[in-house]
Every structure is written in structure tokens, then in C-alpha cells.
């Protein structure tokens, strides 16, 4: 059961990260792509063009790498570019190859300063943090937490939807 439930967010990051057969021309699909591209192109007005192929690079090279290397990639991101989506973004990636503290710190950090960013599948940061966090407080017997996560996610994010096209409120446990 341990092995499902550290699997389960895996494949959803995964999903969130390269997409999922099948659902590239839903419209739905077109429409939240369109707001990450609007998103990503926001970092044209903090960056300037070498700095956003290194932000490019740095997020790119982070999946080439494993565990305190691909940490320091990832707080690199962070502290040199933090206005920059794909910063966001690499705060889930992190969360979900980190211990549960740290789990729960990027995914905090996520929702509090990033909830604006997409994945390039139009996935948003926000609902996705939210989702994954609202997941892990259940692992956690968190119940109260977990449910009080989700009714943000409901409330804020009613037409976010996973990579997959289901809505992320369809997604959520039911109690």
C-alpha cells in the first residue's frame, strides 16, 4: 500500500510534467495552454534572453540529475530567478522526489508565491500544489488539514484541470 500511495503522486507529477495520450486537442487542453504560454512569457518582462535560456537549462538539467545535485538545481532556480514560472514549477518536481518535511515545505512555498505558474501541459502550480498537498496530509492521517486544502482547491481552482483533462475537484477523495 506504502509503494501506491508514493507512486500515485509520482505518476501525477508525471503526468502534469509530459502529458497523457490521447488529450492534445481538447479544447480545454488548448485553452490552459494558452493561459501557461501567457504565463511563461510573463518572464520576458523580468529577464532578459540569456537569462531565460539559463532558466530553461537549469530546469531542464534538473531531471537529468539525482538527489542533493538535483537539489542544488533546484534552489539555484530558485534563488536566482524566483519571479520566473518555471520556478513554480520546479517546486512541485522537487516536492515529489523529496522527504515529506521537505515534501511539505516546497509544496507550501508552491501555493504561497507560485500558485500563478503553469507547466507547459497547462497544468497551474497552484491547484496542482494543492492537490498533491491535500494527498500527502491524507497519507498523513491529517484529515482536518487535508479537507480545509481541498475546499481551497474547490474554491479556487473549480475549472483547473489535470494534464489528463479530468478537473482536479473530481479528482479529490471523497470522504
Known amino acids: 500500500m506504502k509503494r501506491f500511495l508514493f507512486f500515485l ?17 481538447s479544447p480545454e487542453r488548448q485553452e490552459l495552454q494558452q493561459k501557461a504560454k ?22 531542464t538539467s534538473w531531471r537529468e540529475k539525482k538527489g542533493d545535485a538535483q537539489k542544488a538545481v533546484a534552489q539555484t532556480l530558485l534563488r536566482k530567478y524566483p519571479k520566473s514560472n518555471w520556478a513554480g514549477c520546479m517546486l512541485i518536481n522537487q516536492a515529489n522526489v523529496s522527504p515529506r518535511q521537505e515534501e ?12 500563478d505558474c503553469y507547466f507547459a501541459s497547462g497544468v497551474q502550480v497552484g491547484a496542482l500544489a494543492r492537490y498533491l498537498m491535500g494527498k500527502a496530509l491524507l497519507r498523513d492521517k491529517r484529515k482536518g488539514e487535508a479537507r480545509h486544502i481541498f475546499n481551497e482547491l474547490r474554491t479556487l ?9 479530468a478537473l482536479f475537484v473530481d479528482l479529490i477523495p471523497k470522504d
Open 9 to 25: 503522486p509520482c505518476l501525477f507529477v508525471s503526468l502534469a510534467l509530459f502529458g497523457a495520450p490521447g488529450d492534445k486537442d
Open 38 to 59: 501567457a504565463r511563461i512569457a510573463e518572464d520576458d518582462k523580468h529577464y532578459n534572453r540569456q537569462e531565460r535560456l539559463e532558466i530553461r537549462e537549469l530546469y
Open 157 to 165: 481552482y473549480p475549472e483547473a484541470r489535470a494534464v489528463t483533462g
Open 104 to 115: 511539505m515545505r516546497y509544496l507550501r512555498q508552491a501555493i504561497a508565491n507560485y500558485s
